[in-house]
């Protein structure tokens, strides 16, 4: 996802980088284009300024017309205050020769600030022009700048989309711009949402942090010992019913106690209820996605379900719905989050649980094993007729069938040996048959043994004087 994001990116990055480059080479362009028709204009005006002045030289008489035109090729630009000495001394010439003449030379050099003047206006007109360069190329960098922040809006995008997309933020930018009443309601609508989102997300953390989780365990564990005390409370009253020894008759007090207990129940699924709803509504799917919260939903379910469902259910079926309240208890699980203790056991006992299935395979073989060759060791004795027959079915009772002699195993197991132990060794002596079994192999063994140490002993003797018999030693 990384990589589909930064190549996205670069991607963006680079058709902005395109896009940028053009857009500064057309503007380029426009300024060269610019420069080279003001030069044509700077051009064309010169030739036409000569032209006037030859016309009006011309009707100058021809005595003065070649030295006013050899004064004409001189350059333009220098003003009147700081002409020659000659040319004060000469117009003074004129104006005394003849007047007209005067007034067309001074109308030759009025020309000169004329050209300054636009000379002047096409520099400023300059300077405007590159201005207004600078800003755009401001603006693209700005632009561009924008683009790249919110580059994760155009990602997956086409080319046509995203020139779209910049046209409609320009679009929106100008009204907002020529309103900005509108563009300052539209941020207070923008920060209401996010306000509502950050409110929303620091109840869900609390929901979720410990604090709420030890606060709903201890809710959990008091409903528990509630539950405790509701059975210790009805088990009186039976065993008073069954006149068992010990237990008098309830008084009014447990009347009562039982009153409160309802009351107890009735709270506690109120409570079960406003903790299911204001996680569902405010973690929404996140909700479900834990396996206990399933069971905190049935349990609130059934809870409701019993407590409307007297009018119409089976007592049988009301008692089956009690027994889903226990299932609540897990949620207790939870504070293994709060303390490091049962949380380190929580963990020890996951890790385990590969160990221990395998283990109990193993035990579960081994069971099965010692029971079946139990069974088989005492058939005998089962269909013996000549034995007493209550003897017979108690012997049976334990170790007749298989799932008999697997439940015998069990509780072997568990330490309630002591009487599958008494029937083997009082009704059917098992250990006298191991002995009639075993013990006259063990018998004749021992034969073998002492025979063998016999004969060893005779093979060293033997070994001994014969030794002493071709050798002449003397022992």
């Known amino acids: 996802m990384c990589r589909a994001m930064s190549s996205n990116f670069q991607k963006l990055l680079g058709d902005l980088t395109v896009q940028y480059m053009m857009d500064v080479q057309e503007l380029r362009d426009e300024v060269l284009k610019l420069k080279s028709e003001n030069d044509c204009l700077k051009e064309t005006d010169r030739p036409v300024s000569l032209e006037t002045a030859s016309v009006h030289f011309s009707l100058l008489p021809s005595e003065n017309n070649d030295s006013l035109r050899s004064e004409s090729d001189c350059p333009a630009q220098i003003p009147l205050s700081r002409a020659p000495l000659s040319w004060t001394h000469e117009s003074s010439e004129l104006t005394v020769q003849d007047g007209g003449i005067l007034e067309v030379y001074t109308a030759v050099p009025v020309k000169q600030p004329i050209y300054h003047q636009q000379q002047q206006q096409q520099q400023e007109q300059e300077q405007q022009e590159q201005h207004q360069l600078y800003k755009s190329e401001a603006f693209f960098q700005s632009e561009a700048s924008s683009c790249w922040s919110v580059h994760e809006s155009y990602a997956g995008m086409s080319d046509e989309d995203i020139k779209l997309a910049r046209r409609l933020a320009r679009l929106d930018q100008t009204l907002d711009d020529l309103d900005p009443l509108q563009s300052v309601c539209k941020k207070d609508d923008d920060v209401d949402p996010a306000a509502e989102v950050h409110h929303c997300s620091r109840i869900a953390n609390f929901l979720e942090s410990d604090a709420y989780e030890l606060m709903v365990g201890s809710v959990i564990l ?25 237990y008098s008759e309830p008084s009014n007090g447990w009347q009562e106690a039982n009153k409160v207990f ?15 709803l204001l996680r569902t509504s405010v973690l929404h799917i996140r909700f479900f996605k834990a396996p206990l919260n399933w069971v905190d939903l049935l349990v609130v379910v059934s809870g409701w379900i019993e407590l409307f469902g007297s009018f119409f259910l089976d007592p049988f079926w009301l008692r089956m719905l009690r027994l889903v309240k226990f299932g609540r208890a ?6 293994s989050k709060v303390s490091h203790s049962l949380k380190m ?8 649980v590969g160990v221990l299935f395998w283990s109990l395979c193993l035990l579960f073989v081994i069971q099965c094993i010692g029971g ?3 069974s088989i060791s005492v058939r005998t004795f089962l269909e ?19 799932s008999g002699v697997m439940l015998t195993m069990f509780e072997v197991l568990f330490a309630n040996w002591p009487i599958a132990c008494r029937i083997l060794v009082v009704g059917f002596a098992v250990l006298n ?12 063994v021992c034969v073998c043994v002492f ?7 005779c093979c060293d003797l033997l070994c001994f004087f014969c030794f002493c018999f071709f050798f002449d030693f003397e022992p």
């Open 222 to 246: 008091l409903n528990v010992l509630v539950m405790a005390a509701v059975l210790q409370v009805q088990g009186s009253e039976i065993g008073w019913a069954l006149d068992y020894p010990g």
């Open 262 to 276: 309802d009351g107890l129940d009735f709270l506690f699924l109120g409570l079960y209820t406003v903790d299911l």
């Open 330 to 335: 897990f949620r207790a699980m939870q504070l």
């Open 345 to 352: 056991l929580g963990r020890c006992i996951t890790a385990s």
């Open 372 to 374: 079946m060759m139990l």
């Open 384 to 402: 013996n007729t000549e034995e007493e027959p209550e003897v017979r079915r108690i012997v049976f009772r334990y170790f007749g069938t298989f």
């Open 433 to 444: 048959v191991v002995n009639a079994t075993f013990v006259p192999w063990l018998q004749l």
């Open 451 to 457: 025979f063998f140490n016999v004969a060893t002993y």
